[in-house]
């Protein structure tokens, strides 16, 4: 039987859960809607004065930043809103969050969606606004007709017109942006499986340019170490061990075409270049260029590799011969 205790200690720790949460939100919707036009001069301060060419220079400096937020309002307005929303809204969301999860048995998650929203589209609201009001004041001193004077009903005319043209733009940004990530997304896939088929052509294009390698370097180990009495043995041995003596510079070769690949597949276009430029190619036998597939090759069939290589063929050799003979003579 459950402990009633325990039982009310997690109920507890639930409620507490819960008023956590709409503390939260009710702390990043406050903050959002009254910070909403400080963060948007904020933004566009930061974002239009400061980059321009000429004037971008005087606006970065830091007494000039800070006098004009300071007089726009940007800075207390920024301020203001923190505060309201930390000592009044925040407080009143936890005592509304007690009340409801009275009522709510279901776990409330926020990760502060509003107040991002909100901020993302402050700037270009605010700034259009603003934009809005300059031109409309700009036309009124060359309108001379009655009904076009500058008044509060002209003024919120041009900033709604603005606010409404920079959310309007911030749509059609957003619609552009997510189309170049559609096509750049695309392109990835595309250029990830361009890149897989050319490394799986690689591999084994390379597997069999290393099998006459490794066949000639095992060969001459053998007969110097045998004899050419081996000769006889050596299509035996091969068929029977081939597989053994190849694994570890398959495994190489794989290593370096593998890394090649998942580059490409991460969106490195050099890599994929790469992966194209070792596409072997025919080549006459007057040129002594190698091309880059064959110097890949020479560089994974160095000479220590060369060297492990004598050494294995020589030990398995000794022993399959040894097998071989003892089956044979037996």
Known sequence: MANP???????????????????????????????????????????????????????????????CKL??????GQGVA??????????????IGVILAKFSKKELRYEGQFGKFLFSISEQTVGGALLGI????????????PSFQLGQELIALGAGLGASLGLLARVFLLVAINQVNHTHMEAVKQNAQR??????????????KAKSLILREAQDI??????????????????????????SLNQKIDRHF???????????????????????????????????????????????AIFRLKDEVDTAYDRWQYDFLRVKTS
């Open 258 to 304: 593998n890394y090649l690949v998942d580059r490409a597949c991460h969106g490195d276009i050099h890599a994929l270049k790469r992966l194209q430029d070792l596409i072997p190619t025919k080549q006459s036998a007057k040129s002594v260029v190698m091309t880059p597939f064959e110097v890949m090759i020479d560089r994974i069939f160095n000479t220590r």
């Open 195 to 208: 890149a897989k088929e050319l490394g799986m052509k690689l591999k084994k294009a390379a597997r069999q």
């Open 71 to 76: 007089c726009t309002g940007t800075t207390i």
């Open 134 to 145: 300059i031109l409309i004041s700009l036309a009124s001193l060359f309108v001379e007709h």
């Open 5 to 67: 205790r325990t039982k009310q200690d997690k109920l507890a720790h639930r409620r507490v859960k819960f008023a956590t949460a709409c503390e939260s939100i009710a702390y990043d919707v406050s903050s959002a809607i009254l910070g909403f036009i400080p963060n948007g001069l904020n933004l566009t301060y930061d974002r239009v004065l400061k980059p321009m060419p000429v004037l971008g220079r005087f606006f970065s400096h830091r007494w000039v930043e800070q006098v």
């Open 222 to 247: 053998i007969q110097q170490m045998n004899g050419s009495t081996s000769q006889q043995y050596l299509e035996t041995f091969f068929n029977q061990t081939y597989d053994m003596l190849s694994n």
């Open 82 to 95: 923190t505060d309201l929303a930390h000592f009044l809204f925040r407080p009143i969301g936890f005592a």
